[in-house]
RNA sequence: GUGGGUGUAGCUCAGCUGGUUAGAGUGCCGGGUUGUGGCCCCGGAGGUCGAGGGUUCAAAUCCCUUCACUCACCCCA
């Protein structure tokens, strides 16, 4: 028979994996909640028009890499790319504004975008995404990122390098655009082809190439920064003094673009050097004009997204140092020390002891072997010899040495040593 | 969508310019101790050599096609 494998982008975590995963959910969740952040829980299927409207329609995500699908003939619907759409949908949809001025929501799952897999970069990824709605405040978005950073820290990642930049709002961006369509419209030839390409659908993109021709044009071209409006300028000086005040390192980087037509004013990065091509371990921003364009009222809003799978791999923990080991493993011999067994193990199961029995009948030293292999610190011993006595072998597996201990008072010790270990 | 690299045991890999029953390490199972783990020793199971076609007396090895994985472009978390 032809066995099944996952779909190509897909990948299935295994147990080992997966306990990092569960640390990095657990640590976001106690950091998030004493900033004040509560979790939601969006479907995974949204209807189309959602990200067209969100995203943008000219993004690449919508253009060319969503799953979408018409729905027994009469709506489209997509699979998610990003989280940020639907959270504000629901925020609109369940009129959250009206309850409190300001919301701060976090959600974590899978998102789905149909690109070529390569290191770092899957069909179906994970994100962790956070977002503040009702502020513009720039202390809102210094604080947001001083909880990312902190976050990130608390997992052991210290050498991630930060990068902020603003995009400007819906009066001072469009000036830079003409700006910028203007100045590379005349060195067009210069350029590569997909920069080319870029002026025409979106000319900030241009900064983000990577080709060195492209970036010689560009030094001379003129800056975002410097097409800021008084509002914005202030906004972003402000944003910058707080992450100082904060102690949170940071470099502004002008060129720094987002591929989501929503964002404006501050964005943000998080790169590192060791996860080559896809490097951007978090992304995130403002997206002020976004709950109205999605038919919400003007309501500020901002966010990031941290990429699970980019951030796990970073981790440097040992597969198995999360491991959970049993402390008692119990090698029963023969049938009727089995079913005795079987009862005292889930006996103690139930009292919360990690405890584990084989009922394969094996030798005692295939079992024993099995008790080791697992780490188990004490291994009980139960054959006929016991059964007659009524009375176990406990052996400590770090010193070797063995009590006998009767069936009547095997789940009190044991109690009593969990405790203690 | 475009390029490059790689596909041999569960895992990591060796296999020279084609040559006989395709190997190692590790893991798994068992034995050395008829009821005692780790270290050591011995044995065993496990492979359509990614798939299909071609060249040849002979293909894991050479050629073609295809698929998968992977890295990079692109894109982004």
Redesign the pocket.
Known sequence: M??I???????DILPGEAVKWHFVEQTARTIFSSFGFREIRLPLLEKTELFKRGIGEA???VE??MYTFLDKGDEYLTMRP?A?AGVIRAYIEHSLFAADPVVKLFTMGP?F?R?????????Q???IDAEVLGSDDPQTDAELIFMLVHLLHTLGLMSLKLEINSLGCRDCRPAFRTAITEFLSGKEGEL?G??Q??LHT?PL?VF????KECQQVLASAPRLLDFLCDACRDHFEEVQGTLTLYGTPFSVNSRM????DYYTRTTF???TES??????????GRFDGLVKDLGGPEIAGIG????????VSMLALADDGLDQRPLLYI?A??DG?KKKSGLICNRLRIKGIYAEIDY?G????????????L??RY?L????????EQI??L????????IKISFDKIEDYVINIAKEN
Request: aromatic share 4%.
């Open positions: 032809e066995i494998t996952a779909v190509r982008g897909f990948k993004t690449d995500i060319k890499e990003e940020t998102m975008r690109e070529r897999p390569q290191k770092g970069r899957y069909r990824f994970h994100q590569c997909d920069c390409r870029r979106n993109r983000d190439c990577k080709v673009v987002r591929g989501l990065e998080l790169t996860l080559g091509a896809q490097n951007a371990v978090v992304g995130g990031f997204a941290i990429g699970m799978e980019r951030l090698a011999l023969g020390a394969s094996k030798s005692l030293k295939s079992q024993m072997k099995r008790a080791d292999k780490g188990c291994t011993i139960v054959g006929d010899r016991e059964m007659d176990a072998e052996r400590d597996m770090r010193s070797s040495s063995q």
